[in-house]
T-cell receptor, first 111, second 116 residues
Framework: QKEVEQNSGPLSVPEGAIASLNCTYS??????FFWYRQYSGKSPELIMF????GDKEDGRFTAQLNKASQYVSLLIRDSQPSDSATYLC???????????FGTGTLLAVQP | GAVVSQHPSRVICKSGTSVKIECRSL??????MFWYRQFPKQSLMLMAT?????????EQGVEKDKFLINHASLTLSTLTVTSAHPEDSSFYIC????????????FGQGTRLTVV
């Protein structure tokens, strides 16, 4: 079982729709959770992070964390073509005390 | 957030030669930096943790004699890929931060290494 799992996609959504990106993790002791966006050929950039169960909103982005289910998601409202990128879920803490990345989900927003 | 500068952004080298990649933390004194490698359509894989003034800590399966890391100051870490081979062709990225649950990682621009 991979430590951090994401559906590789591509996830295709029309412009203006809500994009829902999901991530599961295996280490129940994980403490913090990050979403990064990576454009092709570029390095990742942080979108947001979440530590506590529930929702955290920042502009068009909402992160949701459910530690009991070991599940974290990212919702992107009013998706724009410029949101098209690979979204990486990263998990910190637990046994490794390192930042572990998922393989990423490719999002394609269709104009 | 921290500003991290990585150089060069792209490098092509001949098989058997060595390549040095620099990672600078421009506005943050980093006692720890991280080096990742990313193959196409794969995740970032942590290669090693660079520690200022001491030896780097390598992840399992990463050859320390092939990937030499030097962290001589609080703002500079270097990764040297020695005797590079085509299978070393990859995207190498450094980061600062992310050392505990309250800090996010900030990444350099990455270096695309192609070994021919």
């Amino acid at each position: 079982q991979k430590e951090v799992e994401q559906n590789s996609g591509p996830l295709s959504v029309p412009e203006g729709a809500i994009a829902s990106l999901n991530c599961t993790y295996s280490d129940r002791g994980s403490q913090s959770f990050f979403w990064y966006r990576q454009y092709s050929g570029k390095s990742p950039e942080l979108i947001m992070f979440i530590y506590s169960n529930g929702d955290k909103e920042d502009g068009r982005f909402t992160a949701q964390l459910n530690k009991a289910s070991q599940y974290v998601s990212l919702l992107i409202r009013d998706s724009q073509p410029s949101d098209s990128a690979t979204y990486l879920c990263a998990v910190y803490g637990g046994a490794t005390n390192k930042l572990i990345f998922g393989t990423g989900t490719l999002l394609a927003v269709q104009p | 957030g921290a500003v991290v500068s990585q150089h060069p952004s792209r490098v092509i080298c001949k098989s058997g030669t060595s390549v040095k990649i620099e990672c600078r933390s421009l506005d943050f004194q980093a006692t720890t930096m991280f080096w990742y490698r990313q193959f196409p359509k794969q995740s970032l894989m942590l290669m090693a943790t660079s520690n200022e003034g001491s030896k780097a800590t390598y992840e399992q399966g990463v050859e320390k004699d092939k990937f030499l890391i030097n962290h001589a100051s609080l703002t500079l870490s270097t990764l040297t890929v020695t005797s590079a081979h085509p299978e070393d062709s990859s995207f190498y990225i450094c980061s600062v931060g992310g050392i505990n649950m309250n800090t996010e990682a900030f990444f350099g621009q990455g270096t695309r290494l192609t070994v021919v």
